[in-house]
């Protein structure tokens, strides 16, 4: 991705201009865009209005007209229908990052990271013999909650166990049900875990789980699309990438892609 020098003179034309955005965005992705948010602004003097919320729900809400310029979703199924439907312009859909899922385990005894073997066998014993509960995000409505489901899956234990599951709406309500300690264990995303939490995580390998690929789009009904490409672009700018993949995510130009 060679943006550089292009991306700084589209942000100088347009600062002279300044819009406010108006950009929907998965749970988890949240705290990222905020801060890239906060450097767009400084560069192109163009404001970024945040709305977040699972992927299913905001699909939904742009279904029914909701004013956004951008989507960023958790998965690449919505934005291709909006693009299928008309809501959303052509070409302008493209892969941010790829999600990573995380068990996360807030009991600070027990030793991580888990092999594989490991993984599974504990995570049986929590929620059959020990009767725990464990944290997941809503497979029908957001992508890391499908992650969840295909990894238990994987792992033998789906069928089982689906009354000792606590689902959140989203990612970041499966992560406030382990954060409040509510729930003792549950499998997140990477992104949503800073310093002495990220000792206590076993990386859910990725081959139990379809690549939770996150694409944008610019939606149709845009007042902005210069300043929307304009931030598109600039969220795929090298700089921005380098920062998505130190903030638990693999880039968008990684061999997940492939």
């Known amino acids: 991705m060679k943006y550089g020098m292009g991306i700084l003179a589209l942000l100088l034309s347009l600062s002279a201009t300044a819009a406010d955005l108006r950009v929907a ?5 949240k705290p990222v865009l905020e801060h890239l948010a906060g450097q767009f602004y400084e560069q192109s003097g163009h404001k970024v209005s945040i709305s977040s919320a699972s992927t299913g729900v905001l699909y939904n809400q742009i279904m029914h007209g909701a004013p956004f310029d951008l989507f960023f979703s958790a998965d690449q199924v919505r934005p291709l229908e909006l693009e299928n439907n008309g809501k959303a312009l052509a070409d302008s859909r493209k892969t941010y990052a790829f999600g ?34 464990l944290a997941i995000a809503n497979p029908k409505t957001a992508p890391y909650g499908l992650a969840a489901e295909q990894s238990l899956e994987k792992l033998g234990l789906w069928k089982s166990y689906q009354g000792r599951l606590v689902q959140g709406a989203n990612i970041q309500q499966a992560w406030q049900f382990v954060a409040s300690g509510n729930v003792k264990v549950g499998l997140v995303a990477l992104s949503q875990l800073s310093g002495d939490e990220l000792k206590r995580i076993t990386y859910v390998p990725d081959t139990f789980y379809d ?3 996150q694409d ?11 300043e929307a490409q304009a931030f598109s672009a600039f969220v795929l700018s090298t700089s921005s990438q380098k920062y998505i993949a130190a903030h638990g995510y693999f880039p968008a130009a990684s061999d997940k892609a492939e």
């Open 25 to 29: 965005v998965s749970a988890n992705f």
């Open 100 to 133: 990573r899922l995380v068990l996360w385990d807030r009991n600070t005894e027990r030793k991580h990271p888990f092999t594989m073997k490991q993984l599974g066998e504990w995570l049986g014993e929590w929620l059959g013999e020990w009767k725990g509960k």
């Open 211 to 213: 690549p939770i690929r």
């Open 216 to 226: 944008m789009v610019i939606l149709k009904n845009s007042l902005n699309r210069k």
